[in-house]
Nanobody, 123 residues
Framework: QVQLVESGGGSAQAGGSLRLSCASS????????MGWLQQVGRRARELIAH????????VYPDSMQDRVTISRDSAKGTLYLQINALKPEDTAMYYC????????????????WGRGTQVTVTS
């Protein structure tokens, strides 16, 4: 059974840091493009960072490029998202996802989804 389970969300003060984790099981996650998608309210989920099977990374929003790091521990099958200098506008649900191609991650049609973890940042 395939599972992607996020953890590490919660409430934090602006200026603080959080590290989100996504533990994969039931499939070979190292063969997939992995990403974190952000959903603010009822807006569509937006890809904010991805990491390739070769560990190449990209952070997409300009507002996050100097604050966010995506990484993966291949041995553990775990994906991470480190968010520093938290801002109230980072408040959102964060979903991890796995896809066979970057384009599928980008358009929001990955093979597997996690259930998400809520991040709430207060000022």
């Amino acid at each position: 059974q395939v599972q992607l389970v996020e953890s590490g969300g919660g409430s934090a003060q602006a200026g603080g840091s959080l590290r989100l984790s996504c533990a994969s099981s039931g499939y070979t996650s190292n063969d997939y493009y992995m990403g974190w998608l952000q959903q603010v309210g009822r807006r569509a989920r937006e890809l904010i960072a991805h990491i390739s099977p070769d560990h190449e990374t990209m952070v997409y929003p300009d507002s996050m490029q100097d604050r966010v790091t995506i990484s993966r521990d291949s041995a553990k099958g775990t994906l991470y998202l480190q968010i520093n200098a938290l801002k109230p506008e980072d408040t959102a649900m964060y979903y991890c996802a796995a896809a066979t191609s970057l384009s599928k991650l980008y358009v929001g049609t990955p093979t597997y989804w996690g259930r998400g973890t809520q991040v709430t940042v207060t000022s």
